[in-house]
């Protein structure tokens, strides 16, 4: 459960690190099972798994990584991070009778090697709903809680993730992230963005951030790769950001209150008794 501390330096920075978040032998497990994915092209499919067709200065991302066994499975509902999505989340009274009381929209692995890195995006003076930061009657009401894993250790000149602690609530977009002197893809650096911070991680730690802060990722400077995983949810009447299916595989092996989490609702269709007589089958 989150404490008052947690939810005091949640509310005022907008993240929180979840320290051995995965233990070393789930680290291990996560890491095997992504070497076992071959190299696949851009926008090519292994099994249920799908590398993603974005920019080469990005890296390799492997959409829908909870069908790639069963470690990560396991992270759909761990233990580490559960009560803390739910909690900041909020509005599960709503909707927990009917179906799940929160719905993950992506889940990816992201493989980054020297050279590459993530702009800078997302902050409190977009507006955006999907993705807002909210407190009202004193609970928390998330549009977004972002669970990013360290699966290698990131220091400096690893491509750390970077933040801008408290821009989930800045009503002015960083004048570095837009405008004339906006930043390319591959010049990232704590140094070129002022109250940017990188967010050093040990393999296992996680941090639990509100999409709305804004967030990217450091150039990496260093040889080797650095890998993450990150499982986005929010609240379970959401829906695909890129319009993936779940597997019925998927589906058959979760638990109940895992598959409220990939698939919160069960669809209501009339009955073919009902189609005949009005004509319609
Ligand atoms: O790759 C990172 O460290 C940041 C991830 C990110 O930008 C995102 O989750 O939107």
Request: a negative charge.
């Amino acid at each position: 459960m989150p404490t008052q501390l947690d939810n005091y330096l949640f509310d005022l920075r907008g993240y929180l690190i979840l320290k051995n978040a995965l233990s070393p032998t789930e680290v291990a497990e996560a890491n095997q099972q992504i070497d076992a994915i071959p190299l696949i092209e851009r926008n090519e499919w292994h099994g249920y798994v799908h590398r993603e067709d974005h920019v080469d200065e990005r890296g390799i991302s492997f959409q829908q990584i909870y069908e790639a066994g069963k470690i990560f499975e396991t992270l759909i509902d761990h233990p580490s991070w559960m009560e803390y999505v739910l909690h900041y989340i909020g509005g599960q009274d709503n909707f927990d009778s009917h179906h799940g009381p929160l719905f993950i929209d992506e889940n990816f692995a992201s493989i980054r090697g020297p050279g590459e890195a993530i702009f800078l995006h997302s902050g409190g003076h977009t507006g955006c709903k999907r993705t807002q930061f909210r407190y009202r009657n004193g609970g928390f009401h998330c549009g977004q809680i972002n669970i990013l894993i360290a699966l290698t250790d990131i220091g400096p000149g690893d491509g750390a993730t970077m933040v801008i602690p408290g821009s989930h609530k800045s009503n002015i977009e960083h004048p570095r992230l837009s405008g004339d002197t906006h930043l390319d893809e591959t010049e990232i650096s704590v140094d070129d963005v002022e109250a940017a911070e990188e967010v050093h991680l040990k393999a296992g730690d996680a941090i639990l951030f509100v999409d709305a802060i804004s967030h990217g990722s450091a150039k990496r400077i260093n040889e080797g790769d650095r890998r993450i995983l990150v499982y986005r949810y929010g609240p379970s009447w959401g829906s695909f950001r890129w319009g993936y299916t779940p597997s019925k595989d998927l589906l058959n092996r979760l638990t109940p209150n895992q598959r409220k989490l990939v698939h919160p609702q069960t669809y209501r269709n009339p009955p073919p008794e009902a189609l005949k007589a009005a004509g319609i089958l």
